[in-house]
């Protein structure tokens, strides 16, 4: 091998993480033979999680799906025959055709987070689509509601700098699970400690995270909103608010101390699970601590009151002045503070100039309804990318139920034959982050990064940009932003003129890889006021909810599932069951590769010692976890890190790879958050038995 055959290529971790990783991908002879996490990235610091260390394995996986594809089975059976490109082209290119010639908005996209790319994940698709005349996907199953909720209160999806955090006193680290999904953001957290700083987890599970804090707070799920009023009454009642920042950076004061005033920790305590003693010292704690931080994240918003929880905690910093600290505040996520030209990327004139009437949306957590609708029109094709629906949407069965009706033409671009492929019409071969061009904000820090291919596609792969130039060709298209090279795409991705992107053009990331947003050091966004919202205030009271007839004020959303809002539900099923992440997997992906899948060891249902002996279940034994909408099954762990009544299922699991062909969502519920039309996996009453 000679030296210049060896190179080595700036890439960006591709996944749904915060940490967003700048990569350097060693490549000889066209093979990329390692990777390694930036050591000149100081959030990246070098390191990589133990997933994408081994992203080479999913790269080269025997698994991939090398060339188009078209069904020869039934579906839902995987059973295909390898066709040629123009065949598979064609074949999408006609059934689009004929569909949009009645009416284009029976066809639906769905695609959400395989990968966070700015060019791979929201450019050519969207303008596509938007060309057709398609019906609008609403993107909403992860962060919909918590985003609506922190928006109402904040303006924009902004916090704390999270690498200021290491000089926090006090740190809430509220529904999130860093240590597994967050773990550059977690070694800052780990800093602050060694530092003095106490950490303390409001988990209902006894996560990895909450192992290694100094308090653990379990409440039930979905009553977190029920806790971050109470402490708000508390700040109140005590006097442990900042009256100066009050009365200059926020509005609708009054009308919030008025509205907590019920709000007691002897209210909060029944409708959460923790004693009102506890819930008081917390807030005592947070409000004479300075500086104190929160780290929310979204597994708060899978609840009926997904953004009400949001909101509530959101109004927190500012009650106690917090915000005047570069390590106090909050973070939910940075990707309010990248200035992505949104319209320039998606091109949404695209539908206006081509089509009269108004576009058609759909919210993909109802992805099953959608597709057994009657519809006006119904859903007649379906283009799946960058999702795996009949494994991470709720509602299981409903959505298979869609899947598998025969008039539905769908087309799935995929890297491996997921579950969803199984029930494709015609089943087209993804590169992966290492063949193809992108560029990437972040939502855990405040870096934007490059991503350059660093090897050819393999076999007959094509990204996502690829596929859809090569079908506006086809369909006859002929508006140039159809046309756009990647590079081309990449360049228009953030906003020139706004002051923060100062050093984000395509020539300084492609030669460092990375930038760091042109934001102060130390960064302390709202020290002064001048929140990105309507009154540039901090709004308590928001007028934006109060005119589309929501609360303007935070307020109490409970569960739609649980024992004290729906007893008997709760009397026929009386688990609270939640979902999150799996250590070992991202959502679905790397759940097809087998050292990922040997060190999840299986699907697995952690539950008290209490509840397993009340029903006779013993540690190791197969369940099944039941309720009205299906039934999957799983290995019993029996542990003391879940309180009584609760049940933990680390997902998401392929159907077809986890023994019985159902996973989580076979029992999650279809109903949605109170805004944000968010998914409520985490609001979900089951029961458990030997299987």
């Not at 209160?153 to 999130?176: F, N, R």
């Not at 106090?328 to 030209?341: E, H, I, K, R």
């Not at 966004?525 to 909810?545: H, V």
Request: charged share 20%; glycine share 8%.
């Amino acid at each position: 091998m000679s030296i210049a055959a060896s190179k080595v290529v700036r890439a960006a971790c591709p996944h749904d993480c915060p940490d967003t990783c700048a990569m350097e991908v060693t490549v000889e002879d066209g093979r990329a033979v390692k990777i390694r996490g930036a050591d000149d990235l100081p959030f990246t610091n070098g390191a990589l999680c133990t997933k994408v260390a081994h992203y080479l394995e999913r790269v080269y996986s025997d698994q991939r799906l090398l060339h188009p594809m078209k069904r020869v089975g039934r579906k839902g059976e995987g059973r295909f025959e390898r066709i040629s490109w123009d065949e598979a082209l064609d074949t999408v290119a006609t059934r689009f055709a004929a569909i949009a010639a009645d009416d284009p908005r029976a066809i639906l996209p769905y695609s959400y987070a395989g990968t966070m790319g700015l060019v791979q994940s929201e450019s050519i698709d969207r303008r596509f689509f938007h060309r057709l005349g398609a019906s609008l996907l609403d993107r909403t199953i992860c962060a919909s509601a918590g985003a609506a909720g922190w928006k109402a209160t904040m303006g924009a999806s902004v916090g704390m700098d999270p690498e200021a955090i290491v000089d926090a006193k006090l740190i809430l680290i509220w529904g999130g699970n860093p240590v597994v999904s967050n773990l550059h953001g977690w070694r800052y957290i780990q800093e602050a400690k060694r530092r003095g700083a106490k950490l303390v987890c409001i988990d209902p599970w006894r996560s990895q995270t909450a192992e290694k804090c100094d308090l653990h707070l379990a409440p039930w799920p979905g009553t977190d909103g029920a806790l971050a009023l109470a402490m708000m009454q508390v700040l109140i009642a005590d006097g442990l608010i900042d009256h100066d920042y009050i009365d200059a950076h926020t509005l609708g004061f009054d009308a919030l101390a008025e509205r907590v005033k019920a709000c007691t920790p002897e209210w909060a305590a029944p409708l959460t699970g923790l004693p009102a003693d506890t819930i008081r010292t917390l807030a005592r704690e947070y409000g004479s601590t300075t500086p104190a931080a929160i780290r929310a994240n979204y597994g708060l918003n899978r609840c009926a009151g997904g953004a009400a929880v949001m909101r509530n905690i959101a109004c927190l910093p500012a009650l106690i002045g917090a915000w005047r600290h570069p390590a106090g505040g909050a973070l939910l996520s940075t990707s309010g503070n990248f200035p992505v030209d949104q319209q320039a990327l998606e091109r949404p004139d695209l539908y206006t100039a081509h089509h009269a009437r108004a576009p058609r949306t759909i919210n993909m957590a109802t992805i099953g309804e959608a597709l057994l609708a009657a519809g006006d029109p119904a859903i007649r094709a379906l283009y799946v990318y960058n999702s795996n629906p009949l494994a991470v949407a709720p509602n299981g069965t409903r959505v298979r139920e869609g899947f598998l009706r025969e008039d539905l033409f769908c087309v799935v671009h995929e890297l491996f034959q997921t579950d969803t492929a199984d029930y494709a019409d015609i089943l087209l071969p993804a590169t992966s982050q290492l063949e193809h061009r992108d560029v990437h904000k972040a939502y855990g820090h405040l870096y934007a990064l490059t991503n350059e291919p660093a090897i050819a596609p393999l076999g007959e792969a094509k990204p996502n940009s690829e596929v859809f130039r090569l079908l506006a060709a086809r369909l006859g298209f002929t508006d140039a932003a159809l046309f756009e090279s990647d590079d081309e795409i990449a360049a228009q991705a953030f906003r020139r003129r706004d002051h923060r992107a100062l050093g984000l053009d395509p020539e300084t990331l492609r030669a460092r890889g990375w930038a760091r947003l042109n934001l102060p050091r130390p960064f302390a966004p709202f020290a002064q006021g001048n929140f990105p919202t309507p009154s540039g205030k901090c709004e308590f009271w928001s007028d934006s909810l109060a005119q589309r007839g929501f609360d303007p004020l935070p307020g109490w959303v409970p569960p739609h599932e649980s024992p004290i809002s729906n007893p008997a539900l709760a009397a026929r099923y009386p688990l609270a069951m939640i979902s999150p992440p799996a250590r070992n997997f991202l959502n679905t992906s790397f759940a097809n590769l087998p050292r990922f899948r040997e060190q999840e060891g299986g699907p697995k249902l952690e539950i008290h010692p209490d509840d397993a002996a009340r029903r006779g279940i013993a540690a190791g034994e197969r369940v099944r976890i039941f309720n009205d909408r299906g039934a999957f099954h799983a290995q019993a762990v029996v542990t003391a890190r879940v309180r009584p009544g609760l049940v933990v299922c680390p997902s998401v699991w392929w159907r077809k790879l986890s023994g019985d062909g159902e996973n989580a969502n076979a029992v999650t519920s279809p109903a949605l958050t109170d805004i944000g039309g968010g998914p409520t996996f985490y609001d979900c009453l089951v029961e458990v038995n030997k299987a």
